[in-house]
């Protein structure tokens, strides 16, 4: 870079590169000495010449090459503000071409507008001027044949105009006498008229002064009819938009007046009747309904002020088959095998072992002669228990879903029921006991006891002991815990 013929490409060997670089500068042979890819250089000096040069000659190029790229840069922006000023010119002489045109447009318009109206006019009134000379025309041969006729009429009949008016009198004479005679009947009619209404105000008038003493006293049971009558109206059409719901428990009755207490408790007997009735036929036209809320009444009458989970299934409707187990081919097979067709209840349980208090999912299927535990994956049969071997139910008081089944002390020994007792967990466990409950009573014609306490003794097995099943409520536990420790099972909920 510090020859201008070595600058900015050297197309030759490099060693001739370098001395001609060297030469440029004016260092003589003697030196520097060549080899074969090195230079020598004799004195320092001449190394720090080049070196000085060889700075200089970048800061040139440098500012060769700054100055290069600012003036790029400032034509493009050049170019690009020029591109700008055409399209603006573009689009604003474009505008004020569109605008000068649509002036010119709209002025031709109504120029032309303005011409074809004078024409139209002008038209207009030629037409009127020839229209006004045909009618005169047809106007003045119109009078001049009526003259004509008249003429020759008069001519020819004289005698006949004479008979005609003489006709023409006569009827003019007859409707005049018929007309006199008309008024006189109408002003006969009317004066027996004005008699009647005469004669009517006169003995409206007499009988008035002859009561007048007794107004008083016959008007008061009147007014007092007619308040009376006003308040009672009054006080029904404020109880209308006032009435309870139509559930025969909802609702406060509104507070009527003291002089309408009785019939206010009239009233109400009557829409406590009309209420209750509605819903009946509403319960025996839906026979689905009328089902449901008979369980309803009987899970009531089970676990109310009894069991603490009670009230948050009130809300929740009963269902017979939570698992559609009815349309499974695996139950269908089952079906045939058990001859087991009606299904009351199912849903899958966590089954509670005796051993170590662990859970294991079950399918728990109540039917109308017995409850089955089926394999949930493959619908196995696991244990089938008939309904009149079941001795009673037990259940905590509190808001945990665990229940026990009790079978029969003289069943437990019987080999094909060696387990004993079953102990379960399922949110849904009012609906099951209810529904268990009714099948017992109409299949077993038997009523299944219903046990609540905080201790439950049960013999999970033939040939060992009762085992003790302690409740504890705590309130700080989502799910039970259970937990085994020698005979005894310690439920946390």
Not at 47 to 73: P, S
């Amino acid at each position: 870079m510090l020859s201008m013929s070595t600058w900015p490409v050297w197309k030759g060997r490099p060693k001739d590169g370098v001395k001609e670089v060297l030469k440029s500068i004016g260092k003589h042979s003697e030196d520097f000495s060549m080899g074969r890819s090195k230079v020598f250089i004799r004195s320092p000096k001449t190394v720090f010449e080049l070196e000085e040069l060889r700075r200089k000659r970048v800061e040139e190029i440098a500012t060769f090459i700054q100055r290069m790229y600012r003036g790029w840069v400032k034509r493009r922006r050049f170019k690009a503000l020029k591109r700008a000023q055409l399209v603006f010119s573009t689009h604003y002489r474009t505008h004020v071409c569109v605008k000068r045109y649509r002036k010119l447009r709209n002025a031709a318009i109504v120029i032309q507008k303005y011409f074809r109206g004078w024409t139209a006019r002008k038209e207009l009134r030629r037409l009127k001027k020839g229209i006004k000379a045909k009618m005169a025309v047809v106007t003045i041969r119109k009078y001049y044949r009526m003259w004509k006729l008249r003429r020759a009429l008069r001519r020819r009949g004289s005698k006949k105009k004479e008979v005609w008016a003489v006709g023409v009198i006569a009827k003019y004479f007859y409707g005049w006498k018929a007309r006199r005679l008309y008024r006189e009947m109408r002003r006969g009619v009317k004066m027996i008229a004005a008699a009647v209404v005469i004669q009517k105000y006169c003995r409206g008038w007499l009988v008035r002064r002859a009561l007048k003493r007794h107004t008083k006293e016959s008007a008061k049971p009147i007014i007092a009819a007619f308040m009376w009558k006003a308040m009672c109206f009054k006080y029904l059409e404020y109880l209308r938009p006032h009435l309870p719901s139509k559930s025969p428990i909802g609702g406060k009755w509104p507070n009527p007046p003291i002089y309408l207490r009785e019939a206010s408790d009239h009233l109400r007997n009557m829409y406590h009747s009309w209420r209750c009735k509605a819903l009946r036929d509403y319960y025996n036209e839906n026979a689905n309904e009328k089902r449901r809320m008979t369980e309803k009444a009987r899970a009531s009458s089970l676990f109310l002020g009894k069991k603490a989970l009670y009230p948050r299934s009130v809300k929740i409707p009963f269902k017979a088959d939570r698992i559609n187990l009815r349309n499974d081919p695996r139950w269908t097979k089952l079906v045939t095998e058990t001859h087991e067709q009606r299904v009351i209840w199912a849903d899958v349980v966590q089954k509670i072992n005796r051993s170590d208090a662990k859970k294991v999912p079950m399918v728990l299927a109540i039917t109308g002669n017995s409850f089955m535990l089926l394999d949930p994956k493959s619908y196995a049969l696991k244990y089938r228990v008939d309904l009149n071997n079941l001795e009673q139910m037990s259940l905590s008081p509190f808001s945990d879903s665990i229940f026990v089944m009790h079978i029969k002390p003289s069943r437990i020994a019987d080999p094909s029921y060696a387990k004993g007792d079953f102990m379960f967990q399922n949110p849904n466990v009012i609906e099951m006991v209810t529904k268990l409950h009714a099948v017992i009573k109409e299949s077993v014609k038997k009523t299944l006891p219903i046990n609540i306490a905080k201790e439950i003794q049960v013999r999970f097995k033939a040939d060992e002991p009762s085992c003790a099943v302690t409740f504890h409520h705590t309130g700080m536990v989502y799910s039970p815990v259970c937990k085994r420790k020698g005979s005894t099972i310690e439920i946390v909920t």
